[in-house]
């Protein structure tokens, strides 16, 4: 993900703020080959912060969001590293509540443009169709795609020790499923993932987490009548990068969380639909196009 942040040193003090296009991996690569990262491992720090490790906080405001807090906050506060000041002010640190009540800064305006942000992604959320109601269709693109699957469909993952049937030495793209029973043709599709170096480490970690964890999540007995199953495929890196990126934008995975932590909470177990509805809505050929230009690369 990509969006807005800020660097911290130990005790909290701000030296800088920055939005990026990136993701946040490749804009603190950036950093650490000829910026403000590079500068704290080389000890090229202002005075007062030689001996401070330097943290990074990361949010989930992008686009114009991001560049109108970033713009706030250079406003309303001169940062270290990017004015190049050569001196860290390490007196008192206010607490957030004087702060709150005597700084001159614009609430309104950060809490409009936060509210704003958070309005467009629901709207966007809202157009998505649930995931569950789209079992033919991903069936069908899979298909498409020569996944290769290796199908565990037949076998519920009913606890920690089903997971060891999957491979433990290799990973890729994945899809989870709830249905019914081992033979049912309704498959409700839950969660899209990418293992990257072993599914079985990965669901172990789905079976272990209580933050994100489908496996756990499902054990709990919240979804009387259903069971999950899983689909494993062979696809890897940027091609298994490409179809999640394509699901996600897609649709709606009640189990995967948004940008706040936020979880569907109901499982939609309306009437599955034809995968004719979304060959029709979705741009899934040029999808396909090029993870194929991608595996013949």
Request: overall charge negative; glycine content about 6%; aromatic content about 12%.
């Amino acid at each position: 993900s990509s969006g807005i942040n800020a660097e911290y040193g130990d005790e909290r003090y701000p030296i800088y703020v920055g939005a990026t296009k990136q993701s946040f991996k490749d804009r603190f690569t950036r950093h650490a080959e000829r910026g403000i990262i590079h500068q704290a491992w080389s000890g090229n720090l202002p005075q007062g912060a030689q001996e401070m490790g330097i943290y990074a906080y990361v949010t989930h405001y992008t686009g114009t969001a991001a560049k109108e807090i970033k713009s706030i906050l250079l406003k309303t506060f001169d940062f270290a590293l990017k004015t190049e000041r050569n001196q860290l002010d390490v007196s008192d640190i206010y607490p957030a509540e004087w702060t709150r009540h005597n700084l001159t800064f614009p609430w309104d305006e950060i809490k409009r443009i936060a509210d704003s942000q958070e309005s467009d992604e629901e709207e966007v959320e809202k157009r998505k169709s649930n995931s569950e109601v789209a079992g033919n269709f991903i069936r069908f693109l899979l298909d498409e795609l020569n996944c290769n699957v290796h199908i565990y469909d037949k076998d519920p993952i009913k606890s920690i020790d089903d997971v060891s049937k999957y491979p433990a030495n290799y990973g890729g793209l994945y899809l989870l499923y709830m249905k019914p029973d081992p033979n049912s043709d309704i498959r409700y599709p839950i969660y899209v993932g990418n293992a990257k170096k072993s599914f079985k480490a990965r669901f172990e970690r789905l079976a272990t987490c209580s933050f994100g964890g489908v496996l756990e999540r499902v054990w709990s007995g919240e979804f009387e009548g259903l069971e999950v199953y899983a689909i494993c495929t062979h696809h890897q890196g940027a091609a298994s990068t490409e179809i999640k990126r394509f699901l996600l934008q897609s649709f709606n995975f009640p189990f995967r969380r948004d940008r706040r932590g936020r979880m569907r909470r109901e499982l939609d177990r309306s009437e599955q639909l034809p995968e004719e509805v979304f060959k029709e809505k979705l741009s899934w050929r040029e999808m396909v196009e090029r993870v194929n230009n991608m595996d013949s690369a």
